[in-house]
């Protein structure tokens, strides 16, 4: 587990935060850093045909060790992490057997990690906790991913006897703004399906994601002095607060779990003559996805009858649930599964309330569920994940390999 956790916490200490206002691939040139950090190291550890592209994509092959015609699999993770918290100068806090008290991660800001708020840390008593210094994110979303892919593929190179068919490894850049799998050469990675490591605790294997969507409302208004208003004025703010008030007021992501889906509107800003705000539409349904985004639509038509034509909007899909795209291959779940149970893991399988290149990538003809990483509290400065979650990723993925090369080419 020592190297495992070496290589992890050389990862996290270079910032690869993305940028959604950037236009190129990859989003900021800083992911690059780790980028050919991790070509050499895949050379080093013996992997072959180690290629990163123009756009800073990352593909490598373990050879098959076995005679017998097997599918080829993947297993992909990203090495971006989000713009929404700082990525800069992280200093990883290693907690070595955790008594299951609070965890003080920045005496100064009195900033705690503490069970009362996060449950989850209880299940980690006794364990290796990696945790942040309370003014960054540690970046487990998806570096845990990238440690875990590489060390099992140097395991399985350390352990020729363990039979597998021909394995592939793909590290993207701008997962984290949607953009992971956008340029993502699936005829090149030539594999039948694929992993993602990028999931959170021990367990989860999820094969279906939200259908996503998101929105742009613009409304021009009309200034006039308030005195003489009358029948004159249009106030663009006062329409934004109407249309928002039209939206059910239960389905938002502070009040759904599970399957249900949500609205939720992120930014605004306005005033009288201008007012816009941006919001996203989830659900896992695709009857109920197609209702939301009817809503909206509706919404749009109503307050432009009532004040004139001063609303226009901006909806786009971003991604749809690859349930549809797993099914007909289930087996691929089910090797997972089989996996996880034969290293006595209790497989936790459940929607993901959110998007993954898994997704994208399905439909782009990659069937890819989705498998833990490990980490907790993404994206903030109370992220964390326990050395002995990581480790047993390890062995799934290993396990997997060798699960597959039990399955004949179809």
Not at 144 to 149: F, L, P, S
Not at 211 to 237: D, E, Q, T
Request: glycine residues 8%; proline residues 5%; contains cysteine.
């Amino acid at each position: 587990m020592q190297q495992l956790m070496d290589r992890f916490l050389r990862y996290v200490k270079i910032d690869t935060q993305s940028d959604p206002s950037s236009d190129t691939t990859p989003s900021t040139e800083k992911q690059l850093d780790l980028a050919y950090k991790l070509v050499e190291e895949l050379k080093e550890i013996g992997m072959k045909e180690v290629t990163i592209d123009d756009n800073a994509y990352i593909m490598a092959t373990l050879p098959s060790t076995t005679e017998k015609a097997v599918p080829t699999i993947g297993f992909i993770s990203h090495f971006d992490t989000t713009p929404d918290f700082s990525g800069t100068n992280v200093t990883p806090k290693i907690v070595e057997n955790y008594d299951g008290g609070d965890i003080i991660l920045n005496r100064e800001k009195k900033i705690v990690l503490s069970p009362y708020y996060f449950e989850d840390l209880l299940l980690y008593e006794g364990q290796t906790l990696i945790t942040t210094d309370g003014t960054t994110l540690l970046g487990a979303d998806d570096k845990a991913g990238i440690a875990e892919i590489i060390t099992a593929m140097e395991y399985l190179i350390k352990h020729p006897e363990i039979k597998h068919g021909k394995i592939r490894i793909g590290f993207t850049p701008d997962e984290e703004i949607g953009r992971g799998a956008h340029k993502f050469d699936v005829e090149q990675f030539g594999a039948q399906w694929a992993y993602t490591m990028d999931g959170s605790q021990v367990g989860e294997l999820e094969y279906e994601n939200f259908n996503a969507a998101g929105a742009k409302v613009i409304i021009k208004g009309k200034s006039v002095h308030p005195g003489y208003a009358k029948n004159k004025m249009i106030n663009a703010v006062s329409i934004a607060n109407e249309f928002m008030s039209i939206l059910p007021p239960e389905e938002t992501p502070q009040h759904t779990s599970g399957r249900e889906g949500f609205f939720h509107i992120h930014s605004m800003k306005g005033d009288i003559e201008h007012a816009e705000f941006e919001l996203i539409v989830r659900d896992h349904s695709a009857t109920q996805f197609e209702r939301r985004k009817k809503l909206l639509q509706d919404i749009v038509t109503k307050l432009n009858a009532t004040y004139g034509d001063c609303i226009s909007m901006e909806l786009k899909d971003q991604y749809f649930n690859m349930r549809e795209k797993i099914e007909p291959v289930f087996h691929i779940v089910e090797i997972a599964k089989e996996a996880m149970e034969s290293l006595e893991i209790e497989p936790i399988i459940k929607p993901i309330r959110g998007g993954t290149d898994g997704s994208q990538l399905s439909f782009m003809g990659l069937p890819c569920p989705n498998i833990f990483a490990g980490g907790h509290n993404f994206h903030g400065k109370y992220e964390y994940v326990p050395v002995e979650s990581m480790q047993k990723a390890v062995d799934v993925i290993v396990k997997i390999c060798e699960l597959t090369a039990r399955t004949q080419v179809s």
